[in-house]
């Protein structure tokens, strides 16, 4: 049992046991009867409140574990993708929607997504899935309140690569879209 349980039980238990001694007292005087009555509801009173109190603070703490949320995905600005995929990840749709609330949030606010892919393939396929890459990020964006005019769209292609080298690792770095 916690704490505010067992407080509550005991607080039942006295008042209980101070009314039953009033109700078989002999002298019929309706004063002792509401004296027991009184601490009975002060008690409860005083549970309430307590309860109320913890309350207030666990919905403090969640609204700032929230807000701690929030702004660490609002610095999450750079989203990968897999080979020749222009979907972004479902493992980034709480982040992209949590960014969607943020433009609906601030109608004057701007951003540009830049869409990349890795260098294999040719310059204007590479373009092209960019594109695709930075409209998906859009298109979701939207769907999570952020208006259209809030958001252009650029695609580097290959042009702009953030690893230089030949591997795997260098191609997924490369395979992005990035929120300026």
């Known amino acids: 049992m916690g704490t505010h349980s067992m407080k509550f039980f005991r607080t039942t238990i006295l008042a209980l046991s101070i009314m039953g001694v009033a109700a078989c007292s002999s002298s019929g005087d309706e004063d002792m009867m509401e004296a027991p009555a009184a601490a009975d509801t002060s008690g409860i009173d005083a549970t309430t409140a307590a309860a109320q109190r913890a309350e207030q603070e666990r919905l403090a703490r969640e609204r700032e574990a929230q807000q701690r949320m929030e ?38 606010r701007r951003i540009r997504l830049e869409g ?3 260098e ?16 998906s990020i859009r298109d979701y964006l939207v769907v999570n309140g952020a208006s259209l005019s809030q958001i252009e769209t650029v695609s580097y292609g290959e042009e702009r690569p953030a690893n230089t080298g030949q591997s795997e690792a260098s191609y997924r770095l490369n395979r992005r879209v990035e929120i300026k």
């Open 116 to 118: 990349h892919a890795d």
């Open 120 to 135: 294999r393939g040719t310059r204007e396929y590479n373009l092209a899935l960019g594109e695709r890459r930075a409209n």
């Open 71 to 108: 702004a660490a995905a609002l610095n999450t600005t750079v989203f990968y993708f897999d080979f020749d995929v222009s979907e972004f990840m479902a493992s980034d749709r709480d982040v992209l929607a949590i960014h969607g609330r943020n433009l609906a949030a601030n109608s004057s």
